[in-house]
């Protein structure tokens, strides 16, 4: 199964996908991320706020592009969402393969442990004795994986919980399933 | 072989999207503007009492004939009249298509234009900036290559 | 042998300074320049400026040896394609190849600094990331 994935992720990566400069993307990105910090008056927590609130906003698109792009159909359990996420949809989008991992021990929440962040190539944080506390510079992906998530009808938490940019030994976003919203999934599906 | 019409409709059941392509001798009439609305709303809720009726049995016959990405296992699947069909495809994000066909369409190439159509809705509709979900299409860049697809069935 | 290094944005304001010695011929890295030329690294190096904006359009070389001498100071130069200045003071006699592979390098870690988004160009370089960085380089080629 595992393996099928990852052929699948690289085979939309190759044939399917549009590609962009890199560098264009991260300083794109970095560019808007500086903006904020800017705009919000280096107020960290509103940033990771507006960056998830983008996030979010892609999120409930993409999510469409994703199962189009992909051909595939509803997840069973949890531990296929985190396959596919980590395998598929990190791989299609941003070409990379989070390692999934730290499962709790009820399965309902996981790790995503990025190994590269292509979203924070040449970052440092300001060195204002905040931002590294409190800035999640990638908070978007969390936005992004949230709003793909609710769209699927799995209402889910979102959060980073450790970033190599503050000094961390690894960057991990935390996935936890708080429950799955039934009532909302289309008729006609089980 | 003709694609008559399209409807394009929301998870919540507004009709996003409606389009009569012009065939001739098209069985299916042009309507005033509400009635498409009333037409959208009824397969919406004919849909969702389909799906509370349909024997687990056949559900079955579903599974041959629709796209991994059609979530629409229990709900109407077709309505077959004798002058056109009416199928629906549903996204596992509740968004539906709708096409009314000529009954010779074949099932291949009907898979084939409902996953074309959502590829488009992805990339035309769900991709420009200023779209805000829910509300009604109206993009030119998405006409046109729906049109296109389209015109390349109609034939 | 100790040098005095410098970046100067293209505005003529200093971004980055660093005294540091030589780690060869079992120096420890300690610089020792003498209390006046210490005093006056700033003033010199910045008064070098004006013989490389001479220089700069008359000839397409970037790196620049003995651009100025200063009681037996010589001035190395390193010009970035952006207009930005390396400016190395030392006590150094010859000319050195391994001063222009470090002034290259330096360059190189001064684009990073260019390409993260916090940094804003001509502003000081204050990341301890890159004073980590240029001590290593400098650990290495000087």
């Known amino acids: ?190 | 072989m003709s694609v008559y019409s399209l409807y394009v409709i929301s998870k919540s059941g507004s009709l996003l999207y409606q389009k009569d392509f012009r065939v001739p001798n098209s069985p299916v009439a042009k309507q005033n503007s509400n009635d498409y609305l009333v037409i959208a709303s009824t397969l919406h809720g004919v849909h969702a009492i389909a799906s509370k009726l349909t024997p687990k049995e056949a559900m079955n016959n579903y599974e041959k004939s629709r796209l991994p990405t059609n979530s629409n296992k229990y709900g109407l699947h077709c309505i077959t009249t004798e002058l056109f069909n009416v199928c629906v495809f549903q996204s596992a994000t509740g968004l539906k298509i709708i096409l009314m066909t000529s009954k010779d369409l074949s099932e291949s190439k009907l898979l084939q234009l409902q996953d074309k159509l959502y590829e488009y809705y992805t990339d035309y509709v769900l991709k420009s900036p200023f779209y805000r979900l829910e509300m009604p299409i109206r993009m030119k860049s998405f006409d046109d290559k729906v049109l296109s697809v389209v015109t390349s069935y109609n034939v | 042998m100790s040098y005095y290094f410098s970046i100067i944005g293209n505005n003529d304001a200093p971004l980055y300074e660093l005294e540091i010695g030589t780690y060869h011929q079992s120096g420890d890295g300690t610089p020792h320049l003498p209390k006046e030329i210490h005093q006056l690294e700033q003033f010199i190096v910045n008064s070098s400026l004006d013989i490389l904006q001479d220089i700069q359009f008359k000839n397409n070389a970037i790196f620049t040896k003995n651009l100025d001498n200063f009681y037996g100071y010589q001035i190395f130069s390193y010009l970035t394609q952006g207009n930005a200045k390396f400016i190395i003071l030392t006590d150094l006699k010859s000319h050195d190849e391994s001063l222009r592979q470090f002034l290259i390098e330096i360059n190189e870690l001064y684009v990073k600094t260019l390409l993260n988004p916090f940094y804003t160009v001509n502003n000081p370089i204050t990341s301890s990331g890159f004073d980590t960085r240029v001590r290593l380089l400098a650990r290495k080629y000087l």
């Open chain 1, 1 to 190: 199964m595992s393996r099928q994935l990852k052929q699948l992720g690289d085979d939309i990566w190759r044939n399917k996908v549009e590609k962009v400069n890199s560098e264009l993307f991260t300083l794109t990105y970095g560019s808007i991320v500086a903006q904020l910090c800017k705009d919000f008056n280096y107020n960290y927590d509103e940033v990771n706020n507006e960056l998830f609130q983008m996030g979010y906003s892609i999120g409930i698109r993409l999510i469409d592009e994703f199962l189009q792009k992909t051909q595939l159909s509803r997840c069973v359990n949890l531990k296929d969402t985190a396959e596919i996420v980590s395998k598929i949809g990190f791989k299609i989008f941003l070409n990379i393969t989070p390692t999934v991992a730290h499962w709790a021990a009820d399965y309902r929440s996981f790790g995503l442990i990025l190994t590269e962040n292509p979203l924070a190539d040449f970052v440092e944080l300001p060195d204002d004795g905040k931002a590294s506390k409190k800035l999640w510079y990638s908070n978007i992906l969390c936005g992004v994986l949230k709003g793909c998530f609710e769209m699927v009808q799995l209402d889910c938490d979102v959060s980073f919980i450790q970033d190599t940019l503050k000094g961390d030994d690894a960057t991990e976003i935390r996935v936890k399933l708080i429950k799955i919203l039934k009532d909302e999934i289309p008729a006609g599906e089980e």
